[in-house]
């Protein structure tokens, strides 16, 4: 049980980094000094958890208060995943057993 639950948060760690991490560079990036072509993709592919940052940074240019909202984002969704890859390691243990 331990070994899943070690699995589960190194995974869900790992997924969350990516995806926030993912996020956080798209809205920083799309304020014009150093806007590129691939930010509304980005934007789009991580919308749950960039809009409200977006919001944020179109609002002013509060870079500190994008970091905070995304660090505040990325522990949610950390823990979300996290809850999510537990339950179905677990389900999928039983099933075998």
């Given at each position: 049980?331990?070994?899943?639950?070690?699995?589960?948060?190194?995974n869900s760690l790992l997924v969350s980094l990516l995806y926030v991490g993912l996020?956080?560079?798209?809205?920083?990036?799309?304020?014009?000094?150093?806007?590129?072509?691939?930010?509304?993709?980005?934007?789009?592919?991580?919308?749950?958890?960039?809009?409200l940052s977006f919001g944020i940074l179109i609002a002013g240019k509060y870079y500190t208060a994008v970091i905070i909202v995304q660090l505040i984002t990325f522990v949610i969704f950390w823990y979300l995943c996290y809850k999510f890859l537990l339950k179905n390691m677990i389900k999928k243990v039983k099933n075998n057993y």
């Open positions: 049980m331990e070994s899943l639950k070690r699995k589960a948060k190194k996020g956080t560079i798209a809205v920083l990036c799309s304020y014009p000094p150093f806007y590129g072509d691939w930010v509304l993709v980005a934007l789009l592919i991580t919308f749950p958890v960039s809009i």
